[in-house]
């Protein structure tokens, strides 16, 4: 290796990972910012902190409920996904039937349907069904809109279940149901924790769904909400950063602490 | 070699199996396999398949303010032909769809490249940086950096005029020439960090014995870089540029928040264009016929994309 890259690769390194944090960092900066220095300098660290702002964000603001209501959506959509995705991989990975290429055929064209290409008759149809207003009318939808993703990397984690162990349970005459139940499951078990976590990010960071979907203030998550602030108190902006702080720290740590786990289930849906 | 040997062995059993076992429950196969299918497939016939299949019925149909006026044709298809906004708003998604292959692709192709001869320390750590903005939800990438760009007190004007370029201070996103410029800036922020994450695991996964006979025979690292490095990793190449071609045409949040497709439609794309027909105009049949206009490009992406993928 000769020295000239060294050096050079090192600055790219640091300027890219400046490009990726300085926001990040400004916005924690500005949350803590009193309002007396909020215009003098950016970048400048404000001292005292002012905890203030999260505390009326918080409560007044009612980020509280909000974040709740994020947690309890986002819960739910990716207990359906743990539920069903799981089965059907291991169905189109294990076993053999017919019409098996055509239905998994109609389910990849799922992984590119956009949401707003499809929330015209959403609507109507959660109208009909007297699920607009509700959380379960954001949770379903948001739920089988990630299936597909689900379901070709549910597929991808199954077919390393070692047929082995499959053959071997056949002889023991174990059926298909606790073939999956008690062989394939445990065996997978790093990659339905990756599906976890990825169905619960992007459900956490939708925002038109819940935005057309729900009108009552008190059952929105935190990305509507965060949004709405904006326009409400245009000018607070250390409360809007301690807002959006309060949206996105959880993903950020969720992140961090299990980065293998994330990146195994990122990786296991593309690289193959 | 190993593969087929498999292979054999296990058609072996299975026969042994068929042979052995014929009551087995396991080979009562007729409905076992739909059984594991069923309740995703329903979920996702009724919540994906039916709007997607409702939405092209109903861009067939005049409406007014949510009921049916009657049949149409294609009357809203010839609408959308001569709408100006219409033809705007795909032109932004296609220089979308082109910033997002060059800089955020190749940004992160070069990045993971730096990374897999770095040691494991700092691979770890400068992913997990790069990869942080990723875990943003758009709606808060978009409040951030409105922020960044606010012409009167923002922070790129503050640092521009505290270096003293302050010529360079600009409106960005309130400014036409350069709204949709400084939006793709954002998007690359949250995508560049996923491209390094998918491309770092898959150099990992190339022969390592390459690249050190490379190094033996005196390749500099960029000649190692254009000529093993980037051509073995032509499918993942492939992978990115066709998420990044569906996102670049299905993106919504990050626009929405920030400028709303404005100023006039300066960042107007084809879902802020559905959801204004949709959502303040009412139009269903028109909002229907720009979603069949979006999931017809989107299929069309996804569809040659796959068959690329399988042919190689």
Not at chain 1, 44 to 70: A, C, M, Q, T
Not at chain 2, 76 to 99: E, K, P, S, T
Request: glycine fraction near 8%; charge should be positive.
């Amino acid at each position: 290796m000769t020295e000239r890259p060294r050096w050079l690769h090192a600055c790219i390194l640091l300027l890219l990972a400046a490009y990726a944090l300085a926001p990040v960092y400004l916005v924690i900066l500005a949350s803590f910012r009193s309002e007396g220095d909020l215009f003098a300098a950016p970048l400048s660290l404000p001292f005292p902190p002012d905890l203030s702002h999260y505390h009326k964000v918080w409560i007044e603001g009612g980020f509280g409920r909000f974040f709740l209501n994020s947690l309890f959506m986002s819960a739910g959509s990716t207990a359906i996904v743990i539920l069903l995705a799981p089965a059907a991989g291991f169905a189109f990975a294990k076993l053999e039937f017919r019409g098996r290429e055509a239905l998994f055929g109609f389910f990849l064209v799922g992984l590119v349907v956009p949401a707003p290409s499809v929330i015209v008759a959403l609507y109507g149809n959660l109208q009909l069904v007297g699920l607009i207003d509700t959380q379960i009318g954001v949770v379903v939808p948001q739920a089988a809109l990630l299936l597909p993703f689900a379901i070709f990397m549910m597929r991808t984690v199954m077919q390393d279940v070692p047929n082995e162990l499959l053959e071997a349970g056949k002889i023991d005459g174990v059926n298909a149901f606790q073939a999956f139940v008690r062989i394939a499951l445990p065996v997978v078990r790093p990659g339905l924790g990756s599906l976890a976590l990825i169905v619960f990010l992007f459900s956490w960071q939708e925002y038109l769904l819940p935005l057309v979907v729900i009108q009552t203030e008190t059952l929105k998550p935190l990305t509507v909400a965060a949004a709405t602030l904006q326009g409400r108190y245009g000018v607070d902006y250390a409360g809007i950063a301690a807002a959006g702080i309060i949206a996105f720290t959880p993903l950020v740590v969720l992140f961090l602490v299990m980065q293998r786990t994330f990146v195994r289930g990122l990786t296991a849906g593309a690289v193959k | 070699m190993k593969q087929g040997r498999a292979g054999e062995h296990r058609r072996l059993c299975l026969i042994q199996l068929k042979v052995a076992k014929r009551g087995d429950p396991m080979h009562q196969r007729s409905f076992a396999p739909y059984l594991f299918i069923l309740p995703a497939f329903v979920l996702y016939a009724l919540f994906v398949g039916l709007p997607v299949a409702q939405v092209f019925a109903y861009s067939l149909f005049a409406w007014d303010s949510g009921t049916i006026k009657g049949f149409a044709g294609l009357a809203n298809y010839v609408r959308l032909f001569n709408d100006r906004v219409f033809w705007v708003a795909l032109g932004h998604n296609a220089i979308w769809v082109v910033l997002t292959l060059t800089f955020p692709v190749a940004v992160g192709l070069f990045l993971a490249a730096i990374l897999a001869d770095s040691g494991p320390n700092i691979r770890r750590i400068a992913s997990a940086v790069y990869f942080i903005p990723r875990t943003i939800p758009l709606v808060v990438a978009g409040i951030i950096w409105g922020w960044i760009y606010n012409p009167l007190f923002g922070l790129l004007n503050w640092i521009l005029r505290s270096v003293g370029l302050g010529r360079f201070a600009g409106g960005w996103l309130a400014d036409p020439d350069s709204a949709l410029l400084s939006l793709n800036v954002v998007g690359a922020w949250t995508f560049f960090g996923f491209c390094v994450v998918i491309y770092l695991s898959a150099i990992q996964s190339i022969d390592p014995a390459l690249q050190e006979s490379a190094q033996v025979d005196g390749a500099s690292w960029w000649q190692r870089f254009t000529r093993i490095t980037t051509p073995m990793l032509n499918r993942t190449t492939l992978f990115l540029g066709l998420y990044a071609s569906i996102e670049a045409m299905r993106f919504f949040d990050l626009v929405w928040v920030t400028t709303g497709g404005g100023p006039g439609y300066a960042t107007e794309i084809l879902t802020t264009q559905i959801y204004k027909s949709f959502f303040l105009v009412g139009d269903f049949g028109y909002a229907s016929a720009l979603s069949v206009v979006l999931l017809v490009i989107v299929l069309t992406i996804g569809t040659s994309a796959f068959l690329w993928l399988r042919e190689r």
